[in-house]
């Protein structure tokens, strides 16, 4: 079975170019993002399915203040059939007993809403193990100081990985992994599932130069999510091997 890319909204363009980019693929809604929200009844009609996000990151990087008991009321509203998950809220650089107070306020144990906590990457690994005991379904998102792909990221993504996988390299949960759908980093790790943002963000003109750019939002978003969805995840786990630079 192949993993999941989910393209996050909004897709900048008119509702009907929108409909078009999204028809028969996965999206990924922010709820701290109300043009994400606004494009969600597009969602809901063309696509194969879709995830809802918290927002945390889009708050926290607007300064906006995060209204938790609004996003547990919107889910009960939207949560539907073709939706996969919600993911629970958590603290943009806050302590693990921050992120498992909020795990604890989860008003949807055991109900039709399939909350999926988040792991980020300066976080223990026994939180990590505790995580994945409890929940089927677990995001790993970047904490400070580890960016995707470096190698320092992926020390620390060897050594989740060993905690989340079986002696042969099968995982035992389902793993999502926030803003991963770089080709460098998803077709290497065992998971279910990725989103980000950079079809909405990359279909724009400024990000093209050159004589075959294509000319249209619609083919520039189509050549991104061929480049995408072209691509897998593996089905077993393979450590990494890391070269760091030498000062």
């Not at 809220?89 to 999926?116: C, M, T």
């Not at 300066?122 to 580890?146: A, K």
């Not at 470096?150 to 989740?160: F, L, T, V």
Request: a negative charge; hydrophobic letters at 35%.
């Amino acid at each position: 079975q192949s993993m999941i890319h989910y393209h996050g909204t909004p897709i900048a363009c008119s509702d009907d170019q929108a409909a078009r980019i999204l028809k028969g693929r996965h999206a990924f809604v922010s709820y701290g993002s109300p043009n994400s929200l606004y494009q969600l009844s597009i969602v809901e009609e063309v696509c194969q399915s879709y995830a809802l996000d918290n927002g945390a990151f889009s708050l926290f990087k607007s300064g906006k203040p995060v209204d938790w008991e609004g996003y547990y009321k919107f889910l009960d509203e939207v949560y539907g059939p073709s939706t996969d998950f919600a993911i629970i809220p958590d603290v943009i650089g806050g302590s693990e007993e921050d992120q498992d107070r909020l795990i604890d306020d989860w008003p949807f144990e055991n109900s039709k809403i399939d909350g999926a906590p988040v792991w980020h990457s300066n976080e223990s690994l026994n939180r990590l193990s505790m995580l994945s005991e409890r929940f089927q379904r677990i995001c790993i998102g970047s904490g400070p100081g580890l960016h995707p792909d470096s190698a320092e990221w992926w020390m620390r993504m060897n050594q989740a990985f060993d905690v989340l996988t079986d002696e042969n390299g099968r995982p035992s949960n389902k793993i999502h992994l926030l803003r991963g759908l770089n080709t460098n980093i998803f077709t290497k790790l065992p998971i279910t599932s990725a989103d980000s943002t950079t079809v909405g963000r990359k279909s724009s003109e400024n990000f093209w130069s050159g004589p075959y750019k294509p000319m249209t939002y619609f083919s520039r978003a189509m050549v991104l999510i061929d480049r995408i969805e072209t691509f897998n995840s593996p089905k077993f786990w393979n450590r990494q091997p890391i070269q760091l630079e030498l000062i």
